[in-house]
């Protein structure tokens, strides 16, 4: 039937932190504030009998749009940032990105397999969480003088990708 050829997609927003770290608004990159439910369910997947996957990949809101109009049959015909999701719904072994980038008020954060770091407007951090030993985020390491290297190489890869994109063209 119709429901055979459908593309459904629930996506939600995050709301607030509610009592979260003893914080109430979102404004932030703690999990509660940046990690958003998205399912995806195509003729494919019901075809192949597929409703269990869990893609753990960083993804980024810009990513919805490419994955939509692939999904529609086209394809994007402009520059942009985002990254369609296909390739995962096909193998969920598939890294979809190494890394995603949040920014808020001029400050930044990023999130990969391994870690979660957060600067601020000075470019300083003030987050740094190992998100694969800490995944609640309960021990935040930017003091830690031992993680220097981590912050470096981290901060570095932050820099190189606002390069990018400032002169993608």
Known sequence: GELDNTVIVF??????MNGDYGLIYKSNFLNGAVRIP?????????????SDRICDNPVEWMDIGPTLV?????????????KSLCPVLDDIET???????????????????EWKI????????YLLFNV????????NLAGLPKIKQVKKQLVQQISEYLLQTQTKN
């Open 70 to 82: 692939e999904l529609a049959g086209s394809e994007m015909n402009h520059t942009q940032f985002g």
């Open 11 to 16: 996506c939600s927003d995050h709301g607030e």
């Open 132 to 139: 694969q030993d800490d995944p609640d985020e309960v021990n």
């Open 38 to 50: 998205f399912l995806v369910r195509t003729p494919d997947t019901l075809k192949d009998n597929i």
């Open 95 to 113: 890294t979809h990105r190494e890394f995603a980038i949040s920014e808020i008020s001029r400050e930044i954060m990023l999130l990969n397999q």
């Open 118 to 125: 957060a600067l601020n407007r000075e470019k300083e951090p």
